[in-house]
């Protein structure tokens, strides 16, 4: 059955992505707008001296101020021997309650100005005003100031302050306190103009007769100075209830209470002092639900806000600390590789095959093919086995007529049946799986080779490196492969738990092949599959950094995702076929409990949470200090610029790419996510992928040619050379 075939892969879940990472922005930025406008708990702004004051009426008039519909503006005062008590920014878990407490003592009455983001953090508060007979209005959603927005946010907030109202308690007030406001005559005209627009025909705006200024805590009896009325005069007196410690202004209101009291004043609220119907009206069912819908919406988006700042937390220190052990582990491991290789003389270790499965690789085999039989390896045989190319793959080989170059022709069955085909026809006990496209250097096979003088070594992986670097995109998959894959590579041989040999250079016992059965057909990643089966067997996987090739990666984005899906899809078949590892000892358990866990942890939570984190990056810009944001990014930045050196430097890379990192940490890596979300998604819902080529351009060709001859064929042309 024909392997290279079109698949139907599933899409709907982008739409839901879309969609959910859309409502996770709308919700973070709903609680942005609350917790990062206004500020509630200041006083009134300092009049500028620019400022045009408001009409004559509104100066020298009363404290409560009503705007008609058709202009016509009047005023009211409240009646001698009489204080309607107002208290602002609440309400609040702490204080409110106490205030509350404190008129309920003195059987008094007084009038609440809520902000309504605080009324859906405490409904409950707002409907024991109402209980216990006191009045509620409106402040405002975050305590904006009128006139520094817009008309739209204007209504905006009141808008939203009625439906928080709606939601809590079911009513709505005709009532209005702008927030920075104090007495009439402090009113500018542009204060007025910022009022009329929103206020007009819809609400009676309540001003002060007198403020405490108790949010400046100037100590409870200055406090009550500023709130007793000369002789018996009635006012309209501002307190505050939330936005900072009120200790003072509880233990005030008490002595207020009780001093205005001995006088004979009463305490009640403002529409009861000017004989107005009560402040608040009932809400129909429809009004109900939407607020109660906006307290829904509030509440999750600060729920959403706390654990994405979790959420960035720990991915940002697991990436930093997955850095810093690379770049440790990887230190320790070059030291003690290099200690091993003093004074060592690489070793004959008898006949080695090295097998190569094709499938339309007409652009690179050639290339491929020269650089191995040009190995400084004294002893080696090459069979490159085509799975049923159309592009004149074996005839390419063939036309070259090495010596040590078998050709052996099947029919399309996949590159694992191409490789054990290949397996099957090797005559040395030591075996090297190479990819189509990959280039050798002239001692890789040797290098190669070296650490299976260990007996306890069934595998060895070796350094692959990307070919064609040209432009961005193989700018970034050079740094990917030198900073992610050796750097990785490094760190699981110290933990002894290498869960992949790539398939580009990988040597093999033939012992541990035949053991786990040859490579194995039943993921896409056969190459991880192979690995974690013999590590499952008790053989030490190794990396030998020394053996370098040379491999040409996607050159096109759309090879990219089709190349990365597979891989991705494939070594999540892996991991999940051999899970029983995590609960088994010995070597097996290694690959358990610390390759398998990393791998989870690092190629597929995190890739997972990485749109919810870039979407709370967008709100960090919109609504966080942009000098806190942009050190955050730096710092990271920083950390993985030092690391990619690092890299460089032990791979003998020239460090010219790292410019181009800071674009890779932006672009290149939403890709990466986007894969691991569609293989974790055509994993779920049980879709195949098949084993796919990808397109060629001859990169690898190219950079055998530009050697210099250094890897030209060991080999005689021999005519009788080449088939199977």
Known sequence: MAVHTKRREPRAHWVLLVLGLVLLLGELCLSGYVNHVGAEGSGPRAPAADRAPAPRQVLDGGPVLRLDADGKLTSSSVPSKTIALTFDDGPDPTWTPQILDVLARHHAHATFFVIGSKVNEHPELVRRMLAEGDDVGLHTFTHAELITIPQWRRELELNLSENALAGAAGVNTVLLRPPYSSEPDAVSAEEYDALSSVAAGRYLTVLADLDTEDWRRPGVAKIVANGTPAKDRGAVVMLHDGGGDRSQTVAALDDLLTALGKRGYTFTTVTHALGLPPATTNVGTLARLRGQSLLVAQRLAMWLTTAMVVLLSIALALGVVRLLVQVIAARVHARRARRRREGQRLRYLGPVSIVVPAYNE?????????????????????????????????????????????????????????????????????????????????????????????????????????????????RWQHLEYVVGFNLDRRLYDLGECMPTVPGAIGAFRREVLDAVGGVPAATLAEDTDLTMAV???????????????????????????????????????????????????????????????????????????????????????????????????????????????????????????????????????????????????????????????????????????????????AGTRDPGAGTG
């Not at 078998?406 to 490789?419: E, T």
């Not at 397996?423 to 075996?431: F, K, N, T």
């Not at 609960?583 to 190629?603: A, M, N, T, W």
């Not at 691991?676 to 055998?704: K, N």
């Open 535 to 713: 590590l499952r067997r008790g053989w030490r996987v190794v990396y030998e950094e020394t053996a370098v090739a040379w491999t040409e990666a996607p050159s096109s984005l759309r090879q990219l995702w089709r190349q990365r899906y597979r891989w991705c899809y494939g070594t999540m078949q892996a991991i999940w076929k051999h899970r029983a590892s995590l609960v088994e000892r010995g070597p097996s358990g290694k690959l358990g409990r610390r390759g398998l866990l990393y791998l989870v942890l690092f190629q597929i939570l995190l890739p997972l949470a990485a749109p919810a984190v870039d979407v709370y990056a967008v709100y960090g810009l919109i609504f966080l200090p942009p000098d806190r944001v942009a050190m955050v990014w730096l710092s990271y930045t920083a950390v993985q610029m030092f690391a990619a050196g690092y890299a460089l430097r032990l791979d003998r890379e020239r460090l010219r790419p790292l410019w181009s990192l800071p674009l890779q940490l932006i672009v290149y890596r939403q890709l990466m996510y986007l894969v691991t979300i569609q293989s974790t998604v055509t994993a779920l819902t049980g879709i195949r992928l098949r084993w796919q080529s990808a397109s060629r351009t001859g990169d690898a060709e190219a950079l055998l040619v530009g050697s210099g001859g250094s890897w030209q064929a």
């Open 362 to 474: 007409a652009a690179n085999i050639a290339a491929t093919v020269r650089s191995l039989v040009g190995s400084d390896y004294p002893d080696l045989e090459v069979i490159v086995v085509d799975d049923g190319s159309t592009d004149g793959t074996a005839e390419i080989v063939r036309s070259l007529r090495l010596r040590r170059v078998r050709v052996v022709r099947q029919a399309n069955a996949g590159k694992p049946a191409a490789l054990n085909t290949g397996i099957a026809r090797a005559a040395g006990e030591i075996i090297v799986l190479v990819d189509g496209d990959t280039v050798f250097a002239r001692d890789a096979v040797g290098r190669l080779v070296q650490p299976f003088a260990d007996a306890a070594v069934g595998a060895v992986s070796g350094n692959t490196k990307v070919a064609n670097r040209k432009g961005l995109l193989g």
